[in-house]
């Protein structure tokens, strides 16, 4: 199948800086892939639709300003999270589909201190 | 939108036993649904999937079955293994526009020695 690689899988921030997470589709290309978040036992939830070459599509109740996604070539997209919070401390995963499958990069596990 | 309702939120079985959880779809246009297993702090995996012009699909222990007009998909594990035990995700993807995954909201599958 399609490899999805995420990088970092676990980031430790202070409160008010950024991260980001770096999300490649390693031997295809993605026009799309999607930035999920998911909290403990609970579901994946879909932040943002992320579009080569142009801008993202963000879910209701997702801020644009806070989650920033760049998807600058076919193999990349980013997901900066700005000034973090506490509450922003979950579990985030991209994916990129290939043929109807869903391929999901290994998580990032973002706890803001 | 779509929108995913999965039971039971948690399923405990005796190892061997049969396991069984179901979801429920609201957008008709959805025509594809895969099933993830998710182990603790790792990417979700497609474990098997099912297409809207098909009833029903086995993989070994696994199948999946599908009623078009009920809107409901299933997932059955049969000779359940201590292995199994993970969180299992349903999902329904429509044919249109980017293509959502809209995931159900898990099911904790425990299968006891």
């Known amino acids: 199948g399609a490899v999805v690689s995420q990088h970092p899988s676990r980031v430790i921030c202070k409160s008010g800086t950024s991260v980001k997470i770096e999300c490649r589709s390693l031997d295809f290309q993605a026009t799309t892939m999607f930035w999920y978040r998911q909290f403990p036992k609970q579901s994946l939830m879909l932040m943002a639709t992320?579009?080569?070459?142009?801008?993202?599509?963000?879910e209701q109740g997702v801020e644009k300003d806070k989650f920033l996604i760049n998807h600058a070539s076919l193999t990349l997209s980013t997901l900066t999270v700005t000034s973090a919070h506490p509450e922003d401390s979950s579990f985030y995963i991209c994916s990129a589909r290939v043929s109807g499958e869903a391929f999901f990069g290994q998580g990032t596990r973002l706890t803001v201190v | 939108g779509e929108n995913v309702e999965q039971h039971p939120s948690t399923l405990s079985v005796q190892e061997g036993d049969s396991a069984v959880i179901k979801c429920t779809y609201s957008?008709?246009?959805?025509?594809?649904f895969p099933w993830y297993k998710q182990e603790l702090g790792k990417r979700p995996q497609l474990i098997i999937d099912i297409r809207s012009n098909v009833g029903e699909k086995k993989d070994q222990r696994i199948a999946v079955t599908l009623n078009k007009t009920a809107k409901h998909f299933s997932l059955h594990i049969t000779e359940t293994q201590p292995e199994d035990s993970a969180v299992y995700f349903c999902?329904?993807?429509?044919?249109?526009?980017?293509?959502?995954?809209?995931f159900g909201i898990g099911t904790k599958l425990q299968v006891i020695p």
């Open positions: 999902a329904a993807i429509s044919s249109g526009g980017y293509q959502k995954v809209t």
């Open positions: 992320s579009n080569e070459g142009s801008k993202a599509t963000y």
């Open positions: 957008d008709s246009a959805s025509n594809y």
